[in-house]
């Protein structure tokens, strides 16, 4: 673990220095603080950053992102990198670990773009706060980062910075990121295998209606016998498809753009995002997954002083589903005149009966903030299971998908050469 030279004052504003043993600069600054001092300067003891300097500063750098920032050479926000996911996650816990240690938000973007190893984040979090020391509101600054700023991300810091905690609600953006990280790896490695036998059975596929289909009708042609209706099908379906695949591209195209645009119209998205909640597996998965969401972060602003209807507010906007989005409204216009949430959420007919029980009996006992967090942990382990199911039943669903068409299109063979062979047989 590496040490660190510090400089600090402490509540009477007497200077301290001295040397502390952290695992990194922001856990150094965390252990200051918790020893009520107020750090000046934090250095790691052993690296070099140039020829006539032995020590690396936590809150300075020679790097050249680090040297553009100071001289105001800033990337636009046309020229910004866009984050990936473990990129973002590391920005978000980064900025999490420091806001929650003392640092304010300006001091806290200069130490993560001050950072000593190269990455986008840096560049980014150089953009975030030229724009901070100009005053731009966080939320703000992170929307002009392009695409590496998702709106629901935008939205709860938004409401972070409207209620005052946004360390926890960055905090729970990691939890989040983190999820979808897991999910992505899950997902990935369970159709890993069914992708490799789903490739080799189009190949398989397209080798059978190409080259063997055709033979086979011309060679069971001239038995003059008539063929059974699923070999006769197969054949028909091979001659079709050879003669007409380009018709056959071009409207699976057209389909596509059509849903694609279809998908862009304000009725075609709210058809599409209510779909989704539908869809068999995967509807109860974002359900809960949306459930936790709410809970959670409803949790987190009324217990630091939001009210509950501008908390339902900021909720709604980052909502990035339509339909749920049209929910969270009914809900918020019910709450506004006078009901109260849990006989809200049950006149939308959506919310579970669980769920509104547990806020009624937060409601009645004045702790719906305890209520809300009760919930949002029952819901994250529900989803947790959830997940668990759906990555257990993609692999085997593939698999016996793609078995039950292999074994269609081989009986179909199989039954033409036997209906052949047994009428030879017979003359």
Same mark, same amino acid.
């Given at each position: 673990m590496p040490f660190f030279s510090f400089k600090a004052q402490d509540a009477a504003g007497r $200077?301290? &220095? &001295?040397?502390?043993?952290a695992l990194s600069g922001s856990d150094a600054y965390r252990k200051l603080r918790e020893r009520g001092l107020q750090p000046s300067k934090v250095v790691e003891e052993g690296v070099a950053t140039s020829s006539s300097a032995s020590k690396k500063s936590?809150?300075? $750098?020679s790097s050249p992102s680090a040297a553009k920032a100071k001289a105001g050479e800033v990337p636009s926000a046309d020229n910004l990198p866009k984050l990936?996911?473990?990129q973002l996650l590391f920005f978000t816990e980064e900025l999490a670990e420091l806001l929650d240690a003392g640092l304010q938000l300006e001091g806290a973007l200069k130490v993560i773009e001050q950072r000593q190893e190269k990455s986008p984040v840096?560049?980014? +979090? +150089?953009?975030?706060?030229q724009l901070v020391r100009e005053g731009v509101g966080f939320s703000k600054a992170l929307r002009s980062c392009g695409k590496s700023f998702d709106p629901l991300y935008c939205n709860l810091v938004a409401a972070?910075?409207?209620g &005052?905690?946004?360390p926890q609600i960055l905090k729970r953006q990691c939890a989040h990121l983190e999820m979808v990280g897991e999910l992505g790896k899950k997902v990935t490695s369970a159709l890993v295998y069914p992708a490799i036998v789903f490739s080799s059975a189009i190949l398989l596929m397209f080798i059978f209606l190409t080259f063997l289909v055709p033979q086979l009708s011309v060679l069971l042609g001239k038995s003059g016998q008539k063929l059974p209706v699923i070999t006769q099908a197969l054949i028909t379906t091979s001659l079709f498809c050879a003669h007409w695949w380009w018709a056959i591209a071009a409207f699976i195209g057209a389909v596509v753009t059509g849903l694609r645009m279809a998908v862009v119209t304000p009725a075609g998205r709210a058809w599409w995002h209510r779909a989704q909640l539908d869809v068999p597996v995967v509807g109860p998965v974002l359900k809960a997954r949306f459930y936790a969401e709410v809970m959670q972060n409803l949790s987190t602003l009324v217990s630091n002083g939001v009210t509950m209807l501008s908390a339902m507010d900021l909720m709604r906007a980052a909502t990035g589903n339509v339909y749920l989005k049209g929910l969270l409204e009914k809900v918020g216009d019910m709450v506004r005149e006078g009901s109260s949430l849990a006989s809200a959420m049950r006149r939308t007919g959506f919310f579970p009966p669980v769920l509104l029980d547990i806020l009624a009996v937060g409601e009645q006992t004045g702790d719906l903030a305890g209520s809300l967090a009760r919930a949002a942990k029952r819901y994250d382990r529900e989803l947790t299971s959830r997940i668990q199911h759906l990555t257990t039943l993609i692999q085997p669903a593939v698999i016996l998908i793609v078995a039950l068409f292999v074994g269609v299109v081989a009986y179909s063979m199989i039954s033409g050469i036997l209906s052949s062979v047994n009428a030879l047989k017979a003359h």
């Open positions: $200077s301290e &220095g &001295g040397r502390i043993e936590f809150f300075g $750098s990936t996911t473990p840096k560049i980014v +979090a +150089a953009h975030l706060r972070g910075e409207a &005052g905690v946004l």
